[in-house]
């Protein structure tokens, strides 16, 4: 069994930055597709940006490219999620997700369907 448990949500004003991280415990194994997603009250959840742990490609989001970027620490089983140049309408409860899987990939990682694996989120508000 895999736990994800996601930190750093905040209060911030636009233009400020946060970093977001993601630890998975428990038997999460070596191979696995990780990402952010996001939802804003009475919106669908959307994906941000992913990554694959075994070779740390990366996808983003339209929303989310030059703005933010995912990165891990394979070390500490740790995904994180910089987010700078932060706006109100990335106001949001921003989750991690796992897949166990060889990679992250482009037809699926900004599927929620697609993670079996949720942690509980962090609220992210940037006030204008």
């Known amino acids: 069994q895999v736990w994800l448990v996601e930190s750093g949500g905040n209060s911030v004003q636009a233009g400020g930055s946060l970093r977001l991280a993601c630890v998975a415990s428990?038997?999460?194994?070596?191979?696995?597709?990780m990402a952010w997603f996001r939802q804003a009250p009475g919106q669908e959840r959307e994906g941000v940006a992913s990554?694959?742990?075994?070779?740390?490609?990366?996808y983003y989001a339209d929303s989310a490219k030059g703005r933010f970027t995912i990165s891990q620490d394979n070390a500490e089983n740790t995904v994180y999620l910089q987010l700078n140049s932060l706006k109100p309408e990335d106001t949001a409860v921003y989750s991690c997700?796992?897949?166990?899987?060889?990679?992250?990939?482009?037809?699926?990682?900004?599927?929620?369907?697609?993670?079996?694996?949720w942690g509980q989120g962090t609220q992210v508000t940037v006030s204008s």
């Open positions: 997700a796992m897949q166990r899987a060889l990679a992250c990939y482009s037809a699926l990682w900004s599927r929620p369907g697609w993670y079996n694996v």
């Open positions: 428990g038997d999460a194994g070596s191979r696995k597709c």
């Open positions: 990554i694959t742990t075994a070779s740390g490609s990366t």
